[in-house]
């Protein structure tokens, strides 16, 4: 759901307010989507109990979220924390990562509208849905491009009275469950997918479900009382979206048979359809569609927002800091992010795109423990009104717990998360490498990369020429051997363009110099 | 000649940054399947991961060094 607020201008935010705003970011397109995923494939009915763990995970790091937030009001959130106690470096990483996950989440997000429009569509025809669900990557696309659009354009984003009806949706989901009547949901007999050590996989799908509550400490510097009122409403949103989300799952549960339900639809939409009919099947899909654009929308703005920062703190190139001249938005980082989205989209994974974005969120949570603790020893003076409590248990319980989080679904056989951990361990080298490859110096990187290219080309170029003869099979045997030839002379060239380029910067600046000279 | 040297930068590193691309672009396609690649491209399950690894390291590490000509462009 939308993470900003509305802003007041001469009154703060009440608490109220700023309860609302963590409840906005929890709510979001992860209850529709993921909860089949953990369901299904992994938990069954014991999701309840990740559901459970997930919550009190996340209640326990939003103690210590509510002790930076109160110590350092001001803008930028965990961003600043996170520079405060291990400066730029981790901060550049925790950006990065942050980046990242906003992207993910927005893919993800795509992904599940798709899914929706295709429920809605079912009430029209299956020939319709079966369409939808086959165009899916053009419909992801599409959708993208045209909230990108929106982003640059600069619009509204939607208000917290949306919030509102979301909670009074599911209250009365809850409510006509009830009514309605549940089968018997009993926990300890119940077949689970993957055993036991399924529930604990399941947590990593079910945690993005509560993580976006943090989301009210952006509305800390706009807090009429943040000293107070920001650890309250932190720990009251953390607390009041257990229940919820507890209920919610337990009467889809109740409500839905999983050997007639197909995986692809959504369990909530199946459910309300199963409580209320038709309309109400048709409603939570209009709902779930909402939440998919609400969260796209947000994630876009995030991720261009992170993108800016650390393109004005000289990590990301200034051009990503360009404003439109018509709309005057940020239209370079809303249009290269909307591209990164629409790839991944495209690939329509959700629990990929689930683990993906949950593994960015739980690296940064690591990281605002630890800065807890360091900023604890190196500045024990710094005014805290609210401390964590038992310090310095929570603070390591929550690093213990997120890290373990990442890994938990791998060491329990979750195939997907082995594939997306791979991939967010590959993207942490990238991340690490490009830092150093910073600080070393660009053109020290240049004439390596131009190394690298002319050793790469040359041999690719060879290996071609060798296969050519029949001597040997083509390195990769589904790109065209003309094709490969065009890469590798394209490397040998370039590379040897990098290679000289210091020689010309060199040239360059002692023509320079001799022109001044000469001209002196 | 300087001109054109700068020149000839500027069109080899957008080449080179454009096939780099479509490299990670094949190798994210492959991995997922979509549009069942894997199937359309004949390859064999077991070679996927060398192929894929393959595409996407040498694909990120000459996207930079082609970006890094197109700035030298930029910078000219």
Not at chain 1, 329 to 349: K, R
Not at chain 1, 479 to 496: K, T
Request: aromatic content about 12%.
């Amino acid at each position: 759901m939308n993470r900003e607020m509305p802003s007041k201008n001469r009154k703060g935010l009440r608490l109220f307010d700023v309860v609302i705003a963590g409840l906005s970011g929890a709510i979001g397109v992860e209850i529709f989507v993921l909860l089949n995923y953990a369901y299904f494939n992994l938990a069954g009915p014991a999701v309840l109990y990740a559901l459970v763990f997930g919550g009190i995970i996340n209640l326990l790091i939003m103690l210590s979220y509510s002790e930076l937030s109160t110590a350092m009001p001001l803008e930028g959130g965990e961003y600043t924390y996170i520079k405060k106690a291990y400066g730029g470096y981790v901060g550049f990483i925790f950006g990065c990562f942050r980046w990242l996950a906003a992207i993910f989440a927005a893919s993800l997000a795509a992904v599940a509208f798709v899914l929706q429009l295709a429920f809605l569509s079912s009430a029209i025809s299956s020939e319709m849905q079966t369409a939808v669900l086959n165009q899916s990557w053009i419909i992801s696309i599409v959708i993208v491009a045209f909230m990108g659009l929106m982003e640059v354009r600069g619009s509204k984003k939607i208000g917290t009275f949306i919030v509102l009806a979301f909670i009074l949706l599911f209250v009365g989901f809850i409510v006509g469950g009830f009514i309605h009547g549940l089968n018997d949901v009993n926990l300890l007999s119940a077949p689970l997918p993957l055993g036991t050590s399924g529930v604990f996989a399941a947590i990593v799908y079910v945690f993005p479900m509560f993580i976006g509550t943090k989301a009210l400490v952006t509305t800390a510097s706009g807090s009429e009382n943040p000293k107070k009122d920001i650890p309250r409403a932190l720990i009251i949103s953390a607390i009041v979206i257990i229940p919820l989300y507890l209920l919610l799952a337990f009467v889809a549960i109740g409500t839905v048979n999983p050997s007639e339900t197909l995986q692809q639809i959504p369990i909530l939409n199946i459910a309300a359809n199963n409580i209320f009919g038709g309309y109400g099947g048709v409603i939570f899909a209009i709902a779930g569609m909402v939440a998919c654009l609400s969260t796209l929308g947000t994630a876009l703005s995030v991720q261009s927002s992170i993108a800016r920062g650390m393109s004005r703190d000289g990590y990301f190139p200034k051009l990503l800091q360009s404003v439109h001249p018509r709309f005057g938005t940020f239209y370079v980082t809303a249009i290269l992010g909307s591209v990164l989205v629409m790839v991944l989209s495209v690939l329509g994974a959700i629990p990929f795109l689930g683990y993906a974005a949950s593994f960015g969120s739980l690296l940064v949570f690591a990281l605002v423990n630890l800065s807890l603790m360091k900023l604890r020893k190196t500045q024990p003076y710094m005014e805290r009104p609210f401390k964590t409590p038992l310090y310095p248990l929570l603070p390591v319980l929550g690093v213990i717990l997120s890290l373990s989080m990442l890994v938990a679904p791998v060491l329990f056989g979750d195939g997907n998360a082995l594939d997306a951990l791979t991939s967010g361990l590959g993207l942490v080298a990238i991340v690490l490498g490009s830092y150093y490859l910073r600080m070393t110096g660009r053109f020290r990187v240049q004439i390596a990369l131009g190394g690298v290219g002319i050793g790469t080309g040359i041999s690719l170029l060879c290996l071609n020429l060798i296969s050519l003869t029949g001597l040997a099979q083509p390195i990769i045997p589904f790109i065209p051997i003309y094709v490969q030839l065009f890469f590798s002379v394209i490397l040998i060239v370039s590379g040897f363009f990098n290679f000289i380029t210091h020689n010309y910067k060199s040239q360059d600046n002692e023509s320079g110099h001799l022109g001044v000279a000469k001209s002196g | 000649m300087l001109i054109k040297k700068i020149t000839i930068k500027l069109v080899f590193g957008s080449i080179q940054v454009l096939l780099s691309l479509v490299a990670i672009l094949l190798a994210i396609l492959l991995r997922f399947n979509a549009f069942d690649m894997q199937v359309a491209l004949n390859t064999s399950v077991a070679a996927i991961n060398f192929y894929v690894m393959f595409l996407l390291v040498f694909g990120f590490v000459f996207i930079v060094a082609g970006l890094f000509l197109v700035y030298d462009w930029w910078e000219s």
